[in-house]
DNA sequence: ACAAAAGTGTTGCCGATACACCCATGA
DNA sequence: TCATGGGTGTATCGGCAACACTTTTGT
């Protein structure tokens, strides 16, 4: 009785008023400790970890539907987020037994639910400052967690897939998204900087000639302030010169990684 | 009577066994007599012109409706097909009075029909050799048309936003798609393709630099024929190595436009 | 023979890479 | 004082753009 309670609390929450077949799914990039990570969670009684994804409301668009996504997860708005692909396989969904899991909780569901629909999902990434990011629990969530992009565990569905493909429009996309501005915190090292590029990229960069480049863009301002306490040679701190950057992403930032 | 029947047929034949709330929409390109074009149809009753799309049969993954829709439009198989970018707006589709449409026609469907739906579109976007398109009329298609991407009419819905999206696309993918080898006939002449990809860019390039730039990546064979009748020194004629090509199209054509 | 189009070669510039030296800091 | 990391400068190389001359063809 409770588990039915709870059952008709999860449709009515979560599912009573949304569209079938079409969802979004948000691969979430953070930055620390010189790993990038996503934020992945799980699903209370699944066992795979998933992306955060949620289902259109009839009124809302999918841009709006992937920023409250972001938002119920991070609590942050005015993301950096940015549509990629949409994933339509026929049997993208297959490798889950939703009524296996939800029967062993007791929990039945009308076939027909929109839980079980065959669905389109359309994937977004967003670059989020690791450190402003505090995902709240809802009644769906039991667990949620950053992982290294290079340790992502088995996900549901398609989500490692899903992942790869973020990553890699990421990669393509490093001379046009504002990486830096919306990974790092306000202020930051040049080595930090080039630290995120090269975790990015996967490869090393040479540290001269990616400072000369960089700041040949003419989007960062360097402030007076080192940063102190590292064991040698104390760093200048940088941060974005907001305006330049975004004019500058306008034209792309030219050149090839 | 008449147009009742012609509205049932019409509910099985096209929307009685899709999804609702999803479709894809192609933006076809061709290249014919130096100009770029988009072929278009218009629908029956429908008074602006529209991108030929359609709904996903239930057991249909998005990339195989995009086929279809192409194939039923153009009768052309293995095509050249990307898709670009889901499109969601929450009145996307707000421009257009279907109930007084069909009201007009005396066709009464149900406010809660399929094609009322609010609904996600994926857009594709192929590129076919204009010659070997022959599109067939179905019973919903009044007529047919290629127009240059310039002249592009007023279109249904968003249409026209989501091919000029497409065109953007396109642009940027230029050293990555195979644009010579499926906009073009088996054998062309050099200047043939610079003006293909003169059009595409909407700019001018130089002659012997496009000529080096393009034979440098090793994707073309120069035959011993020549193109003859032309007014003047009669060109060499190049068809394309299709080994060398799609192996360099493996690692991105580098370069920049 | 002449006009118009097509084939080919050379130069110079700019940006990216490779590489070396000096300086600051904490242990 | 030494090891380590951070700041800065220079030489070279390659790709691309700018540009000119010759050849072919139909009229």
Same mark, same amino acid.
């Given at each position: 009785?409770? /588990? ?11 599912? @009573? ?12 990039? =953070? ?9 992945? +969670? ?9 992306? &955060?994804? @949620?289902?259109?409301? &009839? ?5 709006? $539907? $992937?920023? #409250?996504?972001?938002?119920? #997860? ?8 940015? *549509? ?18 939800? $029967?062993? /909780? @007791? ?34 969530? %039991? ?30 996309? +490093? ?9 790092? &915190?306000? !202020? ?9 590029? %090269?975790?990015? +990229? =996967? ?8 400072? !000369? ?15 102190? @306490? =590292?064991?040698?040679?104390? &760093? ?7 305006? *330049?950057?975004? !004019? $500058?992403?306008?034209?792309?930032? %030219?050149?090839?990684?």
């Amino acid at each position: 009785m409770e /588990q039915k309670i709870q059952a008709k609390n999860l449709d009515e929450q979560r599912f @009573g008023r949304v569209l079938p077949h079409v969802s979004v799914d948000c691969v979430i990039f =953070g930055f620390h400790e010189n790993q990038l990570r996503v934020l992945l +969670l799980r699903l209370r009684s699944i066992q795979e970890w998933s992306l &955060p994804g @949620g289902r259109l409301f &009839p009124d809302e668009s999918l841009d709006d $539907a $992937a920023h #409250r996504v972001l938002k119920e #997860r991070t609590g942050l708005q005015n993301i950096f987020l940015k *549509q990629f692909y949409a994933f339509g396989d026929r049997h993208r969904m297959d490798n889950t037994d939703f009524h296996g899991i939800l $029967a062993k /909780q @007791g929990i039945q569901l009308d076939p027909s639910h929109v839980l079980f629909d065959r669905t389109i999902s359309v994937g977004y990434y967003a670059l989020v400052e690791f450190s402003q990011v505090t995902p709240g629990l809802d009644i769906l969530t %039991e667990e949620w967690r950053w992982w290294d992009v290079r340790e992502a565990p088995v996900m549901l569905f398609d989500h490692n897939e899903i992942m790869s493909a973020a990553l890699k429009t990421l990669r393509r996309q +490093l001379r046009y998204d504002p990486v830096g501005l919306n990974l790092l &915190p306000e !202020k930051f090292t040049m080595p930090e900087l080039q630290k995120l590029y %090269e975790t990015i +990229l =996967g490869k090393t960069l040479d540290r001269r000639n990616f400072q !000369k480049r960089l700041l040949g863009y003419g989007i960062l301002k360097r402030l007076e302030e080192r940063r102190l @306490g =590292g064991a040698h040679k104390s &760093p200048y701190l940088y941060c974005f010169d907001r305006e *330049q950057y975004f !004019k $500058a992403l306008e034209s792309g930032l %030219e050149h090839e990684w």
